[in-house]
């Protein structure tokens, strides 16, 4: 199902204009009437996190994962637009991309979404303006990740949120990574996020639950279907090490029995020392890596640079921190970061 809605955006975030469907505006979120209306081995490399698309290598082919055309293109184009809802009887603020994706998708036209993240931005680093701060006191429900991802986010919800879901607590504190927030790049974690948002979207409008709850059913049924994807497809590397430079993937290499081995650790805009440079050419050819990866929006110089000194193709993943640029959306992103990962893998097909 594909859902349209106009998008403002204001500079520091974009936000979902929406009417009902009488056209009557709207008043924090709700409808008003008339009367009351209102005028093999893969090394991970070494760029923060952002979105795009796949690119070219530096030494050899050129690894592009399969584009999945049977993929539904009407959802695809939806990322273009932003997070896209209907007629927005609930207002709901997103932290970041991940987050405004589930909310239009579980809220359906019962929402309207504001994701806090500007496109292009990192999640990680995000600042808000005080009218941001202002609004998540009049938003229904805010969905965000706590454990100081977006310290500021954090802060902004203790002072001012009536109501807010903590993304994280769909994670079991003893399955958490330190220092690792990006559960949405596993997919099974994400129907959990789903399931758990219908849940609170229902206690917030209990005559549409049955509509949440089965809207994050629906989501499910697909990411279970990737999930089984993902496992056949990286059955033949289970056991392989993932190099990370940025260690954005640790619940993902979890999931599919990879081992991440960070160059850096967490933070993306650290440098490698030389004497790591060194340790991580030691590991690559001890495990025959083929493929440097790093995030979306590009190589660094320094990700030229050792991708060319280790002799190794450039292939990218997507972090998905902000929407993609390229007419897909949050689950075609994680697709393709599975034909990356098969590719660049080198994989049993």
């Given amino acids: 199902m594909s859902l349209r809605a106009s998008i403002k955006d204001s500079g520091s975030s974009a936000r979902i204009m929406l009417r009902c469907a009488s056209g009557k505006q709207l008043r924090k979120g709700f409808c008003l009437p008339a009367v009351l209306g209102l005028a093999a081995v893969a090394v991970i490399g070494l760029a923060a996190c952002s979105s795009g698309v796949q690119d070219g290598p530096v030494h050899g082919e050129e690894q592009s994962g399969h584009h999945h055309d049977d993929y539904d293109q009407d959802r695809g184009n939806a990322a273009t637009e932003g997070v896209t809802a209907g007629h927005g009887d609930i207002d709901v603020v997103a932290s970041f991309y991940p987050l405004a994706f589930l909310s239009a998708r579980i809220g359906g036209e019962k929402v309207t979404v504001t994701d806090l993240t500007p496109s292009g931005g990192h999640a990680h680093d995000l600042e808000l303006s005080p009218q941001q701060v202002a609004s998540l006191g009049d938003a229904d429900l805010v969905f965000y990740l706590g454990d100081s991802f977006q310290p500021a986010v954090e802060k902004a919800v203790s002072q001012e949120a009536n109501a807010s879901f903590d993304g994280l607590s769909a994670v079991n504190s ?27 979207l229902a206690v917030i409008a209990s005559d549409y639950a049955d509509e949440f709850r089965h809207n994050a059913a629906e989501l499910r049924k697909e990411l279970e279907e990737l999930d089984k994807e993902y496992r056949a497809a990286l059955r033949g590397c289970s056991g392989e090490v993932l190099i990370t430079s940025h260690e954005a993937f640790g619940y993902m290499t979890s999931a599919y029995g990879l081992e991440q081995v960070g160059v850096t650790g967490v933070n993306p805009d650290a440098e490698p020392s030389p004497k790591r440079i060194h340790e991580l050419e030691k590991v690559v050819r001890g495990n025959n890596a083929t493929t440097l990866f ?5 190589a660094s110089s320094t990700e030229q640079r050792l991708a060319t000194s280790l002799g190794v193709n450039i292939g990218r993943l997507y972090t998905l921190e902000t929407a993609p640029t390229d007419a897909e959306d949050f689950l075609d992103a994680l697709h393709r970061n599975l034909d990356s990962l098969r590719t660049g893998l080198d994989c049993a097909k």
Avoid: K, N, T, Y
């Fill in 294 to 298: 790093f995030e979306e929006q590009g």
């Fill in 174 to 200: 003893s399955d958490r990574i330190p220092g690792d927030a990006h559960i949405w790049l596993d997919p099974m974690i994400v129907a959990d996020l789903g399931d758990g948002l219908a849940e609170q």
